[in-house]
């Protein structure tokens, strides 16, 4: 994937100018994912888990989390997606003490994905 970009091919036979050509190349590939987690504490309130799930891929992946079938959705789950990477922000990590969350990402030539899981406090 490092070597997506464009390439010019110049010849040059010393009479007039030189000739040049160039094409753009655009590696295709599996993806590769990362989940980070984050709590975030609130005095007074339900602790927070943020799940961070970036996914790099070419073409670029679909992300699928499981693992959350149990949880109930109304007002607890939130989905924040940005390029390359899906948010997932969980307003009471109640809901999903001993757990295991996992970020799927998938396309044409491959899916990845990675895993957390969540203890008793």
């Not at 079938?69 to 390029?83: P, T, Y």
């Not at 990845?112 to 969540?118: H, L, N």
């Amino acid at each position: 994937r490092k070597h997506s970009g464009e390439y010019v091919c110049t010849a040059d036979n010393g009479f007039g100018a030189p000739a040049e050509q160039s094409i753009n190349v655009e590696v295709q590939y599996e993806p590769i994912v990362t989940l980070e987690a984050n709590y975030i504490h609130h005095k007074h309130e339900n602790t927070q888990l943020e799940l961070i799930c970036y996914a790099l891929g070419h073409p670029a992946p679909l992300i699928k989390w499981k693992g959350l079938s149990h949880v109930q959705r109304s007002g607890n789950l939130h989905f924040n997606i940005r390029r390359a990477k899906e948010i997932l922000m969980i307003n009471d990590i109640s809901t999903v003490l001993n757990s295991t969350i996992t970020c799927e990402a998938s396309n044409v030539l491959g899916k990845a994905e990675d895993s957390f899981t969540t203890s008793k406090a």
